[in-house]
Nanobody
């Protein structure tokens, strides 16, 4: 059983920054690819970023490349999403998720097997 809890969301002006955290429980946290997704009202859940079990490999959606950075600290059972140069179109509920594989460039939400409850990010103009 893996439980994921996101935090760090909030209201920020365009151009600002936020760092999201995802705290994970479970003995084998370090064995899995972790991903961040987001979902805006009326939209499908959208891939944002993924990171391999050891943090060596990453994958980003084109819309966030150069602005967002995914990282992990396996000793703390935590995955981070550093978001900079935020835009109003980044407004969404952000979710962290676990994949079964040690590394996969997986962008489809349904392929991830555990999800956090989400944290709201609102970017004002």
């Amino acid at each position: 059983q893996v439980q994921l809890v996101e935090s760090g969301g909030g209201l920020v002006q365009a151009g600002g920054s936020l760092r999201l955290s995802c705290a994970a429980s479970g003995r084998t946290f370090s064995s899995y690819t972790m991903g961040w997704f987001r979902q805006a009202p009326g939209k499908e859940r959208e891939f944002v970023a993924a990171i391999s079990r050891n943090g060596i490999y990453t994958n980003y959606a084109d819309s966030v490349k150069g602005r967002f950075t995914i990282s992990r600290d396996n000793a703390k059972n935590t995955v981070y999403l550093q978001m900079s140069s935020l835009k109003p179109e980044d407004t969404a509920v952000y979710y962290c998720a676990k994949h079964r594989a040690d590394w996969i460039r997986e962008t489809l939400a349904y392929k991830y097997d555990y999800w956090g409850q989400g944290t709201q990010v609102t970017v004002s103009s």
